[in-house]
């Protein structure tokens, strides 16, 4: 497995959650890692995304609510989501790729907050 993204659960609005994600060394070294989620019937969105070399960015959503990082002794990357909302409810994605696009996806972790 490539990427392996955990942390999810249900969590009750206002409350945190702090999602994992696991990659093998090859994808840690690519340029990009990031956050997607995708909410029940909608699509997929874009949540965060880390460089590799620390610059980040969040959809405005999340924006003060939600940080990303990343470890590279432990080669994963995080997605610390506070102050939850009953819309952040979906199932989150962890992906990793080049400049051009994200060629390497994870199998998803369900978050659901609780109103």
């Known amino acids: 497995v490539q990427l392996q993204a955990s942390g999810g659960g249900l969590v009750q609005a206002g409350g945190s959650l702090r999602l994992s994600c696991a990659a093998s060394?090859?994808?840690?070294?690519?340029?990009?890692m990031a956050w997607y989620r995708q909410p029940p019937g909608k699509q997929r969105e874009f949540v965060a995304r880390i460089l590799r070399h620390g610059p980040t960015a969040y959809a405005d959503s999340v924006k003060g609510r939600f940080s990303i990082s990343r470890d590279s002794a432990n080669k994963s990357m995080y997605l610390q989501m506070n102050s939850l909302k009953p819309e952040d409810t979906a199932v989150y994605y962890c992906?990793?790729?080049?400049?051009?696009?994200?060629?390497?996806w994870g199998q998803g972790t369900q978050v659901t907050v609780s109103s």
């Open positions: 060394e090859r994808i840690f070294q690519l340029n990009i």
């Open positions: 992906a990793a790729g080049g400049l051009s696009s994200l060629n390497y």
